[in-house]
């Protein structure tokens, strides 16, 4: 069945970074669009991210755009989210998703940005 | 960027009673990229609707969705108990991919 496990989550000072992990099994991963989507602490679901198969096409919210970098290896069946300059404002829940839908969601790693 | 806005925040029904919850979108969605999906406390979300009206596997047929344009609504025939839930949009024809604010599906 289709698994999808986040990890590398953890509490972090603003400016620094983290590095996201999500490995997927269970699908031909190399077939399909990843993506990151974060929900803050009681709030809704805010879309981050999302990579095409192949890692050719890549897009970002405003919001963290040229601070976070989304990559993939299709050989390890796993997407990555590096994190830098990280704010207090990224403190969420980040969940990897397949397909451009969200078709299947991992079940999230917390990221706590604070002093 | 296109914004969803969904309606109303929180609903309040009976289980067995008719759902239904609608989202507008601020621009037209060209194509029917559109899907719901639904969140339990403590739980990942799930997708219920794809492609506006299609159910992903495994959702009751007693979910169903529609639209076109900017107005979408997904239905919900009659609530039973786990339907209690929040409940997000999301467009996905135009980046940045977005969702709603979201619905919260109570028990009256």
């Known amino acids: 069945q289709v698994q999808l496990v986040e990890s590398g989550g953890g509490l972090v000072k603003p400016g620094g970074s983290l590095r996201l992990s999500c490995a997927a099994s269970?699908?031909?991963?190399?077939?399909?669009?990843m993506s990151w989507i974060r929900q803050a602490p009681g709030k809704g679901l805010e879309w981050v991210s999302y990579?095409?198969?192949?890692?050719?096409?890549?897009d970002y919210a405003d919001s963290v755009k040229g601070r976070f970098t989304i990559s993939r290896d299709n050989a390890k069946k796993s997407m990555y989210l590096q994190m830098n300059s990280l704010r207090a404002e990224d403190t969420a829940v980040y969940y990897c998703?397949?397909?451009?839908?969200?078709?299947?969601w991992g079940q999230g790693t917390l990221v706590t940005v604070s002093s | 960027e296109i914004v969803l806005m969904q309606s109303p925040g929180t609903l309040s029904l009976s289980p067995g009673e008719r759902a239904t919850l609608s989202c507008r979108a601020s621009q037209s969605i060209s194509s029917s990229d559109f899907a719901w999906h639904q969140q339990k406390p403590g739980q990942a979300p799930r997708l219920l609707i794809y492609?506006?009206?299609s159910r992903a596997t495994g959702i009751p047929d007693r979910f169903s969705g529609s639209g076109s344009g900017t107005d979408f609504t997904l239905t919900i025939s009659r609530l039973e108990p786990e339907d209690f839930a929040v409940y997000y949009c999301q467009q996905y024809d135009g980046s940045p991919f977005t969702f709603g604010q979201g619905t919260r599906l109570e028990i009256k």
């Open positions: 492609d506006t009206s």
């Open positions: 990579i095409g198969s192949f890692g050719s096409s890549v």
């Open positions: 269970g699908f031909g991963f190399s077939d399909y669009y």
């Open positions: 998703a397949r397909g451009r839908y969200s078709s299947y």
